[in-house]
């Protein structure tokens, strides 16, 4: 079973920062906060990892808190093509993907 | 470097029929994946492996089968395929607790 909660869809706006919040309150000490999108009709594709404080690349920011138990996506002023599925997976020997939250941005 | 190639990308079935879905990857790493996914669903294991000559059940390994006798190969099989098998399948690709990489989908059918 997946080991993450987030929720099912948000909608935000163009140019707008987008953060998706994720719980993983049973994560284990090997675990790696792991981020994917995906586009319709294509697999996913990674975006971030972090372990613990705070991660940035090229797309996005990853914010974890000392305790773990969840985490943060941040997407800086996002576009109308960052509407994709966003999945927070909590990695140990394999990939288990959740639901995922639907992003919708609008124009 | 082709990364992750899955063969067919479209297939149709009749029910009863068999058939293998390949997976090849040219980046020497040591975990791979089948994934399914239903229209409007998440992802969801299949089968997986950690190497050369391993595999182990995922989430939902009913019904298919799958070998690993070659460490850039990882073939998915139906014995006998049903219309719960319609689907959009997915490999990917990983060293371990890295970044994944997955292939761009072999769309089934089964009628």
């Known amino acids: 079973l997946a080991k993450t909660t987030q929720p099912i869809s948000m909608d935000s706006y163009e140019g707008q920062e987008v953060n998706i919040t994720c719980s993983h309150n049973?994560?284990?000490?090997?675990?790696?906060i792991t981020w994917y999108q995906q586009f319709p009709s294509q697999g996913p594709r990674f975006i971030i990892q972090?372990?613990?404080t705070k991660v940035t690349n090229e797309v996005a920011s990853l914010f974890i808190p000392a305790d773990r138990k969840s985490s943060t996506l941040s997407l800086p002023r996002v576009s109308l093509s960052d509407t994709a599925v966003y999945y927070c997976?909590?990695?140990?020997?394999?990939?288990?993907f959740g639901k995922g939250t639907r992003l919708h941005i609008l124009p | 470097n082709a990364g992750v190639t899955q063969t067919p990308k479209f297939r149709v079935l009749k029910t009863g029929q068999s058939m293998t879905l390949l997976c090849a990857q040219d980046?020497?790493?040591?975990?791979m994946y089948w994934y399914r996914q239903d229209p409007g669903m998440g992802l969801r294991l299949i089968h997986y492996?950690?190497?050369?000559?391993?595999?182990a059940k995922g989430e939902v390994p009913d019904g298919y089968n799958v070998s690993r006798l070659k460490k850039q190969n990882f073939l998915l099989g139906l014995e006998s395929a049903a219309p719960s098998q319609t689907s959009v399948y997915f490999c990917?690709?990983?060293?371990?607790?890295?970044?994944?990489?997955f292939g761009q989908g072999t769309r089934l059918t089964v009628v």
């Open positions: 997976l909590a990695l140990d020997d394999k990939i288990i």
């Open positions: 049973n994560i284990a000490t090997n675990d790696y």
């Open positions: 972090g372990y613990k």
């Open positions: 980046m020497n790493h040591e975990y």
């Open positions: 492996s950690v190497g050369e000559g391993t595999t």
């Open positions: 990917a690709t990983e060293r371990r607790n890295t970044e994944a990489f």
